[in-house]
Nanobody, 123 residues
């Protein structure tokens, strides 16, 4: 089970840190991803991190502004979002992919999803 938190309303240029807490003892065996979905749009990839935290990848739209990280001791993955823009407004979801292979940019490759947390950036 994944529980996302940390969303809210922020002005453009501001920062937020999203957290996603996982239950269970096998968190460290899962690759983790963050996705977002704006109204009327498809769910899109934001960032991913492999099981150990040693490899990450971010979408071009957030590269240099967002950072994904994880703490396996706390069963938690984070998304630090800086220099937020109005176009970052969306519901943000964390997701887990079984550890075989590598992380993925495709939502359909992730078996477990959090409930989503709303991020709203005002101009």
């Amino acid at each position: 089970q994944l529980q996302a938190s940390g969303g809210g309303l922020v002005q453009a240029g501001g920062s937020l840190r999203l957290s996603c807490a996982a239950s269970g003892r096998t968190f460290s065996s899962y690759h983790m991803g963050w996705f977002r979905q704006a109204p009327g749009k498809e769910r899109e990839f934001v960032a991913a991190i492999n099981w150990s935290g040693g490899s990450t990848y971010s979408a071009d739209s957030v590269k240099g502004r967002f950072t994904i990280s994880r703490d396996n001791a706390k069963n938690t993955v984070y998304l630090q979002m800086n220099s937020l823009k109005p176009e970052d407004t969306a519901v943000y979801y964390c997701a887990a992919k079984a550890g075989s292979g590598y992380y993925s940019l495709r939502p359909r490759d992730y078996a477990y999803w959090g409930q989503g947390t709303q991020v709203t950036v005002s101009s």
